[in-house]
């Protein structure tokens, strides 16, 4: 005769618990931030191993650039300063074009934008998960970086800080599934919102009627509204729009002008938005 | 101290950088884990331990918590009842049982993943499953290393 309390059953009694104790953790963390504490104290205890861990790459790379050392330095300063040449031009370009903005914000009766203060970030890692789109930056809540900020990179935006630690950040890049922006195409100020999809190269433009005009090659940015990322930040490049037949939205498909899978700097908005 | 060692090294697995091009084709370290206790040492294996190691490996991966938690329990629970017959065949019969128990575990993945507002590509879980059999054998090899040497230090110690 089967027992009744037999080591199997104690065994289903157990998964039982445990699942109830995930789903209900997974429904909380997922519905709520009311896990963000137990996200950061793990994360802050798990520092040294994290660092421990970035050793052997670090290790291997100095090693290479230290045996092309003299040939690669040389390239990189003729790099620097033929850049250094371009940068030079486009700031005397951009001062004009500051003193004209500020008048014409003045003649518009539009407040001036406060001053972006950025703080420049190294990318640690990226999530080892192929769904989950987040990179850990090596600047935290010691730096001034708080939950909400901006992420973004010489070419466009990447994402938003959406866990401080103490010397790290987690950043949800644009293309996760979970990020949804609001943007607006440069052209025609058409407003959207860009929804990530999961890839690296693609984010997506949902529920637009059918007669919008946007066109291969629009450039978006930010809209500024829901009052998280300033407007007029450059983020993606129009690439396809699907227009079904019978169907009444169309589908835009744009390629975000970061490249994010290459990225290895980036910078943290710290200011505190349009006043 | 057997499963602090085990947990630490596979953290540390998870944790080192490696190449984007490898995301897509990196075995789940975490399900190795567990798959290496549930199959070898499922005598010493305390669920609540195994619910409590599972959340640093949601912070490292920055999935839900909870998430490694519920397909720890579910890959235990059968590596437990599989355990006694399982252990006795050959790598290759015991990777083909991994692979079966860890596309399960990519099936529950999936369907949470996609409740908590995820895209996951089933594909990739599949991929991800199957790698993660290839290198069992390895693996097992490795922690069976990664014990000897933690019973050695607690042998040394006492």
């Known amino acids: ?275 | 101290m057997i499963f602090l060692v085990t947990w630490l090294s596979t953290l540390f697995l998870i944790v080192i950088p490696y190449p984007a091009w490898m995301t897509l084709a990196l075995p789940h370290f975490g399900f190795l884990f567990v798959t290496w206790w549930g199959l070898m040492r499922n005598y010493q294996l305390s669920m609540t331990l195994l619910l409590i190691a599972s959340l640093p490996i949601d912070v490292l991966y920055g999935t839900t918590l909870g998430l490694h938690g519920l397909l720890f329990a579910l890959i235990a629970y059968a590596l437990t009842l599989l355990g006694p017959s399982v252990r006795q065949v050959n790598w290759i019969r015991q990777s083909l049982v991994v692979f079966v128990v860890l596309l399960i575990a990519s099936a529950v993945s999936y369907w949470a993943r996609t409740l908590t507002g995820q895209s996951p590509d089933l594909m990739i879980l599949v991929l991800q499953s199957v790698v993660s059999a290839l290198l069992w054998s390895p693996l097992r090899w490795f922690y069976d290393v990664v014990a000897d040497y933690a019973e050695g230090l607690r042998a040394q110690r006492q």
């Open chain 1, 1 to 275: 005769m089967r027992p009744l309390f037999s080591d199997t059953s104690v065994a289903s009694v157990r998964l039982v618990v445990a699942v109830t104790f995930s789903v209900a953790t997974i429904f909380i963390d997922s519905r709520f931030d009311a896990l963000t504490l137990v996200r950061q104290t793990i994360k802050t205890v798990l520092w040294p191993l994290e660092q421990a861990a970035y050793v052997p790459g670090r290790v291997s790379s100095e090693l290479i650039d230290w045996a092309h050392s003299y040939d690669l330095i040389t390239e990189r300063l003729e790099v620097i300063a033929l850049e250094n040449e371009r940068l030079r031009t486009e700031q005397l370009k951009l001062q004009t074009l500051r003193a004209e903005n500020a008048e014409l914000r003045r003649l518009l009766g539009v407040k001036e934008r406060v001053n972006e203060r950025l703080l420049q970030a190294q990318i640690e890692r990226l999530s080892n998960d192929p769904f989950v789109h987040r990179v850990t930056i090596n600047r935290g809540l010691l730096a001034g970086v708080t939950e909400g900020r901006p992420v973004i990179s010489a070419d466009g935006l990447v994402g938003q800080v959406v866990v401080a630690y103490p010397h790290a950040a987690d950043v949800l890049l644009m293309t996760d599934a979970t990020h949804n922006l609001p943007v607006q195409v440069t052209r025609t100020r058409e407003r959207a919102i860009a929804v990530g999809v999961g890839r690296m190269d693609r984010i997506e433009l949902r529920n637009l009627p059918d007669t919008v005009d946007i066109v291969p090659g629009d450039l978006l940015e930010t809209s500024g509204l829901g009052e998280r990322f300033q407007s007029g930040i450059p983020v993606a490049e129009v690439k396809e729009v699907i227009r079904a037949p019978g169907q009444p939205f169309a589908r835009v498909i744009a390629a975000p002008l970061t490249p994010m899978a290459r990225l290895s700097l980036v910078m943290v908005d710290l200011a505190e938005g349009e006043s």
